[in-house]
Nanobody, 115 residues
Framework: VQLQAFGGGLVQAGGSLRLSCATSGTAFTANFMGWYRQAPGKQRELVANIVGGGNSTNYADSVKGRFTISRGNAKNTVYLQMNSLKPEDTAVYYC?????????WGQGTQVTVSS
């Protein structure tokens, strides 16, 4: 199973980015799909996840109201729409899926928000 994340970049504070993550190499549907991030010198933290078909989502308090996670029409794709970005959102963002009981990680995509 491979995950590939797209969409990171450099943006000014207040701007928006949309991250995408596509999964290949499995016929199973992911139970959970999510995004984590890791800033320099900090632990990796959950940003948002989506359960099953997409009716249940969870967000870190720091991104509630600004970020939206959603599943795509293609199997095992997930998006993260990030609005009103802040410099403290700067991090490497990783997509994460759980298929059956196994957790897979994407390679990470850098998001840099300038003040």
């Amino acid at each position: 199973v491979q995950l590939q994340a797209f969409g990171g970049g450099l943006v000014q504070a207040g701007g928006s980015l949309r991250l995408s993550c596509a999964t290949s190499g499995t016929a199973f549907t992911a139970n959970f799909m999510g995004w984590y991030r890791q800033a320099p010198g900090k632990q990796r933290e959950l940003v948002a996840n989506i359960v099953g078909g997409g009716n249940s989502t969870n967000y870190a308090d720091s991104v509630k109201g600004r970020f939206t996670i959603s599943r795509g029409n293609a199997k095992n794709t997930v998006y993260l729409q990030m609005n009103s970005l802040k410099p403290e959102d700067t991090a490497v963002y990783y997509c994460n899926v759980i298929i059956v009981t196994i957790t897979y990680w994407g390679q990470g995509t850098q998001v840099t928000v300038s003040s």
